[in-house]
């Protein structure tokens, strides 16, 4: 059975710090990869993909993807107190015909003002 | 525009009531998914519809019945739920592109069962 496994924290960092965000994932064949932030009560909102090896910038946030150690990672620079919520890693394999996503069950950040 | 709206937004009904929740997406994606998501638990996919099309049923009770009536819209009927079928319901949209096919949430009905 595929799994996709996340710290569940909470991680705590102070206003300004680097947050660091991780996953891992069990099948080999998974292709593309994941972000969702979601607060409290809300729906998750996408906040990154990624499907290659290496690094993805957007902004404050960069998505990082090492497929041979099946770990892909959020680094959030400048965390604010904004940015407080759970992070969902999602995981989509290669098979086409299977559309749905493989969820972590989510990392809560906490960042201090 | 990436918007995938949900009504209702909140919705309270008891175990003998037959109620729907309606999702509808502008995006002209052609795959529309429902889950379901604890507190504290990530989403779980309950049905997948694909061109209008069922092509996932995550082996949901038969008292949750979904519905697509066109590219644009989906349902969940709900029909006999029990106090522990309440919930987040959440609709996604995605193009139903292959391997970077992503998805886009609505903000989804939380439902309470009496």
């Known amino acids: 059975q595929k799994e996709v496994e996340q710290n569940s924290g909470p991680l705590s960092v102070p206003e300004g710090a680097i947050a660091s965000l991780n996953c891992t994932y069990s099948d080999r064949v998974s292709q593309s990869f994941f972000w969702y932030r979601q607060y409290s009560g809300k729906s998750p909102e996408l906040i990154m993909s990624?499907?290659?090896?290496g690094d993805k910038e957007d902004g404050r946030f960069t998505a990082q993807l090492n497929k041979a150690s099946q770990y892909v990672s959020l680094l959030i620079r400048d965390s604010q107190p904004s940015d407080s919520a759970t992070y969902l890693c999602?995981?989509?394999?290669?098979?086409?015909?299977?559309?749905?996503?493989?969820f972590g069950s989510g990392t809560r950040l906490q960042v201090q003002p | 525009d990436t918007e995938v709206t949900q009504t209702p937004k909140h919705l309270v009904m008891g175990m003998t009531n037959k109620k729907s929740l309606k999702c509808e997406q502008h995006?002209?994606?052609?795959?529309m998914y429902w889950y379901k998501q604890k507190a504290k638990k990530p989403p779980e996919l309950m049905f997948v519809?694909?061109?209008?099309?069922?092509?996932i049923n995550e082996s949901v009770p038969s008292r949750f019945s979904p519905e697509c009536p066109n590219s644009s819209l989906l349902n969940l009927h709900l029909h006999a739920l029990q106090p522990e079928d309440s919930a987040l319901y959440l609709c996604?949209?995605?193009?139903?592109?292959?391997?970077?096919?992503?998805?886009?949430f609505g903000p989804g009905t939380r439902l309470t069962v009496l």
């Open positions: 996604a949209s995605s193009q139903d592109s292959g391997g970077t096919d992503t998805q886009y």
């Open positions: 519809y694909s061109y209008e099309k069922l092509s």
């Open positions: 995006m002209g994606h052609r795959a």
């Open positions: 999602a995981v989509k394999d290669r098979d086409t015909g299977r559309r749905a996503l493989t």
């Open positions: 990624i499907y290659s090896n």
